[in-house]
């Protein structure tokens, strides 16, 4: 059984920096995306970030380039999202989700979800 599991949220000021986590157990497929969604009130879900387990390549939306830089520890099966720079238009809640082998920011394309963790950044 596959769990995705989110931690790292929080509240912060325009300019600051959170962490994200991401643990998958039951979950070791190496030729996937996993990524990272993110969801506003009254807004679709939109792709933040994906890696390909694989080769370890990173994709990333524009919106966020170079202010945030996904990773993963594949020793502790757990992906991040470091998020740099925050800014007031970055808050939604943050899924993780893994096993997608299509465009990396589709969300349909992803067969597991995490619950999701809060991020709210103020001005």
């Known amino acids: 059984q596959v769990q995705l599991v989110e931690s790292g949220g929080g509240s912060v000021q325009a300019g600051g920096s959170l962490r994200l986590s991401c643990v998958a157990s039951?979950?070791?497929?190496?030729?996937?995306?996993m990524g990272w969604f993110r969801q506003a009130p009254g807004k679709e879900r939109e792709g933040v970030a994906a890696?390909?387990?694989?080769?370890?390549?990173?994709y990333y939306a524009d919106s966020v380039q170079g202010r945030f830089t996904i990773s993963l520890d594949s020793a502790k099966n757990t992906v991040y999202l470091q998020m740099n720079s925050l800014k007031p238009e970055d808050t939604a809640m943050y899924y993780c989700?893994?096993?997608?082998?299509?465009?990396?920011?589709?969300?349909?394309?992803?067969?597991?979800w995490g619950q999701g963790t809060q991020v709210t950044v103020s001005s």
């Open positions: 039951g979950y070791a497929y190496n030729h996937a995306y």
């Open positions: 890696i390909w387990r694989g080769s370890g390549s990173t």
């Open positions: 989700a893994a096993e997608s082998w299509g465009n990396w920011n589709l969300p349909s394309g992803y067969s597991y």
